[in-house]
């Protein structure tokens, strides 16, 4: 798989392009690549960053920093301070995979709907198991396919709630490389 390697410049713009299974635009957002180590490969997206999809769009209201690993998840860490914000949010996904632009970095991958969230009180939930129903019926998901969404789920709900790699210190540090970056 062809994707930024740790001689890849910090700041090299990275477009975060998540897909629904028909192929159809989900979430899109510009952010920044700030690095890779053993997890994969880390991009931020500073306060203000856009994103978008069809029929709803926010601005960042924080730092927030995305991990893009080899795996069928990604989480984003985000700096809040509020207890009952979002302070990680992970998407079950497909293994995201990567092409150059002109310039810099794409990174798609299709969003599973299952998510995996964690409140800055340490409250953890699964979220958007109902559109999981719902999608595996009106996209017709492959057995294998929900069966490894609901395995990758349940292992980052694990990995989360034990503050397991890359779920311990490794988000906060890369959070203070973007504010470095900036």
């Excluded at 209201?61 to 989480?75: I, M, Q, R, W, Y």
């Excluded at 396919?145 to 709900?157: I, N, Q, W």
Aim: net charge negative; glycine share 8%; aromatic share 12%.
């Amino acid at each position: 798989m062809t994707h930024p390697d740790s001689s890849a410049a910090p700041g090299t713009p990275v477009h975060a392009d998540y897909r629904k299974f028909d192929g159809t635009p989900h979430w899109q957002a510009d952010g920044l690549l700030l690095g890779v180590d053993e997890h994969g490969v880390w991009v931020g997206f500073p306060t203000g960053t856009h994103f978008e999809r069809p029929g709803a769009a926010f601005d960042m209201e924080c730092d927030s920093v995305s991990l893009f690993p080899d795996a069928g998840f990604t989480p984003a860490f985000n700096d809040v301070s509020d207890p009952e914000r979002v302070q990680v949010y992970v998407d079950t996904t497909t293994p995201p995979s990567w092409s150059r632009t002109e310039h810099g970095w794409r990174v798609t991958m299709i969003d599973l709907d299952l998510d995996v969230v964690r409140r800055r009180n340490g409250f953890i939930y699964v979220d958007d198991e109902d559109e999981f129903l719902d999608h595996q019926k009106e996209f017709g998901y492959p057995p294998d396919l929900v069966e490894g969404a609901e395995s990758t789920t349940r292992a980052v709900f694990t990995a989360l709630r034990d503050a397991r790699a890359p779920f311990d210190d490794s988000g906060w540090r890369w959070l203070a490389a973007l504010r470095d970056l900036a």
